[in-house]
């Protein structure tokens, strides 16, 4: 009995340092954001090279799987809403699956997947071959010049693709009104702006941040926590990936 409770209380004490660390890292980087001299012009370059890797370079992939999705999903909800004689409902119903869910948290997970998953690896091959103490050596502060244009760059382009993606599904979703309800343009729009609150856009954009902070923080946590081994790599990214599906 006295055993278990050693082992329990080593786990309650490893697991509450687990989250101490979390969130006074998450914490100091913070801290840089609100600070003006981070942003200097070698921090800038890497925060836009971020934002293109993360954001631009998917941009065709994504349109297509948001045409799928909104066409598929908006004629899903439309098709229960007649089931269940709520009609009337339509508007709110499409802008709360849509806009309120499933735009932030389809954004994250390809963003969790594509680049949270690259900038894991990156950070854990950097940590296993001492580049981030070379960049210790040389004075390069790793929070302002590695970590904080990739969690900027997670948090706009989460944000960004969150909206073109909602965007994107409510427009191909009038294909499917128009055929399955024979709802016009100008009658589908107005059931969509009729239901269309400010809390909408501003649930859409606190999940956004939030997921892409997250999408990032995690990821670059756990590179820095790989031990000093090649094979450890492959189980801090799978860590990391865990932790994001965890938290999302």
Same mark, same amino acid.
Request: charge should be neutral; include cysteine; charged fraction near 10%.
């Given at each position: 009995?006295? !055993?278990?409770?050693?082992?329990?209380?080593?786990?309650?004490?490893?697991?509450?340092?687990? /989250?101490?660390? @979390?969130f006074?890292?998450? #914490? /100091?980087?913070?801290?840089? $954001?609100?600070?003006p001299? &981070?942003?200097? +012009?070698?921090?800038?370059?890497?925060?836009? =090279?971020?934002i293109?890797?993360?954001?631009v !370079?998917?941009? +065709?992939? #994504?349109?297509v799987? $948001?045409? @799928?999705?909104?066409?598929?999903?908006?004629?899903?909800?439309i098709?229960?809403?007649?089931?269940?004689?709520?009609? *009337?409902?339509?508007?709110?119903?499409?802008?709360? /699956?849509?806009?309120?869910?499933?735009? +932030?948290?389809?954004?994250?997970?390809?963003?969790?997947?594509?680049?949270?998953?690259?900038?894991?690896?990156?950070?854990?091959?950097? =940590? @296993?071959?001492?580049?981030?103490?070379?960049?210790?050596?040389?004075?390069?502060?790793?929070?302002?010049?590695?970590?904080?244009?990739?969690?900027?760059?997670?948090?706009?382009?989460?944000?960004f693709? *969150?909206?073109?993606? $909602?965007?994107?599904?409510?427009?191909?979703?009038?294909?499917?009104? #128009?055929?399955?309800?024979s709802?016009?343009? &100008?009658?589908?729009?107005?059931?969509?702006?009729?239901a269309?609150?400010?809390?909408?856009?501003?649930i859409?954009?606190? =999940? *956004?941040?939030?997921?892409?902070?997250?999408?990032?923080?995690?990821?670059?946590?756990?590179?820095?926590?790989? !031990?000093?081994?090649y094979? $450890?790599?492959?189980? *801090?990214?799978?860590?990391?990936?865990?932790?994001?599906?965890?938290?999302?």
């Open positions: 009995m006295l !055993q278990f409770l050693e082992k329990l209380g080593a786990k309650a004490i490893e697991m509450f340092g687990s /989250v101490y660390e @979390v006074h890292f998450a #914490f /100091v980087c913070l801290f840089h $954001a609100l600070n001299r &981070s942003y200097n +012009p070698a921090m800038i370059m890497v925060l836009i =090279k971020q293109y890797f993360t954001a !370079q998917i941009i +065709p992939l #994504f349109i799987m $948001a045409i @799928v999705f909104g066409s598929v999903i908006i004629g899903v909800v098709y229960l809403a007649t089931q269940y004689s709520l009609q *009337s409902e339509i508007g709110v119903i499409i802008i709360t /699956v849509v806009i309120d869910e499933f735009a +932030p948290f389809f954004t994250a997970l390809l963003i969790s997947l594509r680049s949270g998953a690259a900038v894991n690896t990156e950070i854990a091959v950097m =940590k @296993v071959n001492n580049e981030l103490n070379t960049l210790n050596v040389y004075k390069i502060d790793l929070i302002d010049y590695l970590f904080l244009p990739r969690i900027i760059g997670g948090i706009i382009s989460t944000t693709l *969150s909206l073109l993606f $909602a965007i994107i599904m409510l427009t191909s979703g009038y294909i499917f009104t #128009f055929f399955y309800m709802i016009d343009l &100008s009658t589908y729009k107005y059931l969509l702006l009729d269309l609150e400010i809390k909408d856009l501003l859409l954009l606190a =999940k *956004s941040f939030a997921f892409g902070v997250l999408s990032m923080l995690i990821p670059i946590y756990s590179g820095l926590k790989t !031990q000093k081994s094979t $450890a790599i492959p189980v *801090s990214v799978l860590n990391g990936m865990v932790l994001i599906f965890k938290r999302t």
